[in-house]
């Protein structure tokens, strides 16, 4: 079992910085544009957790140009950065590096730890995509030590995932355990679902695989209650390949066939063929119907 959830940015949790602000009061027509570029933001953080990057990426394009048009340096952090989100997503890496370096500076110009935080969990998430993990350790490094909020959860977690790439899984648990000490005190359910995917990872690569199996309960449990597609259908395939080394076929198919069904229903045709590949041989050898395969 192998960790491939990419690190997502929780829009609701920013909305608040739009809000906060020791200047005088803007000018109403101002203020509405913020809302606008809030609601932009926010519908495309939901498309990006159903899966549809194309839209969300189109929203968050939407959030940066409201943004601009104020010069409000906060929504333009945040816009950046989502709009990298999206890009990398899609696999567009060229163009989501030219996003994380403007939002960087935005971040700097807005004065926000929390967005350059932000920024840098997703300079990371891009080195480590591309298979620069040296590259990601030292930009993480280098912001130690993390602070104790939710940017310093996430900080935390993309170091986990670099010492999992270095294979130093102990030192991978540890800071998934900081991080999950942090979201567990936020009450960011979403955070913790990654948390406990990562965690999962750990247990099933040190063949604790029962014990992997009850984190991905936990992660699904908590993908769930923030109705996050994406990771539901992710959660349900490694239940149903733990499920299998478990000796559950049954319980395994059923796991596999939700998975399917699901990506099926969100429109991932990658993501149902990585599932139908597990499906398939296990539906064939239990002598059950199986979905054809994906076009």
């Not at 406990?196 to 992997?212: P, R, V």
Request: charged share 20%; proline share 3%.
């Amino acid at each position: 079992m192998k960790s491939s959830k990419h690190f997502v940015i929780v829009v609701a949790g920013l909305l608040l910085l739009f809000s906060c602000s020791s200047a005088p009061s803007l000018p109403d027509r101002v203020d509405a544009q913020k809302n606008s570029a809030a609601g932009y933001l926010t519908y495309g953080q939901n498309d990006f957790d159903q899966g549809q990057y194309d839209q969300a990426l189109k929203l968050f394009q939407l959030a940066l140009s409201v943004n601009t048009s104020v010069d409000y340096s906060k929504g333009i952090a945040v816009s950046y950065n989502s709009v990298a989100s999206a890009l990398m997503a899609l696999g567009r890496y060229a163009e989501a590096q030219q996003s994380l370096e403007a939002g960087e500076q935005a971040a700097f110009d807005a004065k926000s730890p929390d967005l350059v935080a932000q920024n840098l969990v997703l300079r990371a998430q891009w080195s480590i995509d591309q298979n620069q993990t040296s590259v990601a350790k030292r930009l993480l490094k280098a912001a130690q030590p993390f602070p104790s909020t939710s940017e310093g959860a996430r900080l935390w977690q993309a170091w986990a995932l670099v010492e999992q790439n270095l294979k130093h899984p102990e030192a991978a648990r540890l800071a998934l355990q900081e991080a999950l000490t942090i979201n567990t005190s936020t009450g960011d359910k979403k955070a913790q679902a990654s948390n406990w995917f990562m965690i999962g990872s750990l247990d099933s690569q040190a063949g604790q695989t029962q014990t992997a199996f009850e984190d991905l309960q936990k992660a699904l449990q908590f993908d769930k209650e923030e109705e996050n597609s994406v990771a539901i259908g992710q959660d349900l395939r490694v239940l149903g390949l733990l499920a299998e080394k478990l000796g559950h076929l049954e319980k395994a198919y059923d796991f596999l066939l939700r998975s399917e069904r699901l990506f099926q229903a969100v429109n991932l045709p990658a993501e149902r063929l990585k599932t139908l590949n597990l499906l398939i041989p296990l539906a064939q050898k239990l002598k059950k119907p199986s979905p054809s395969e994906a076009s």
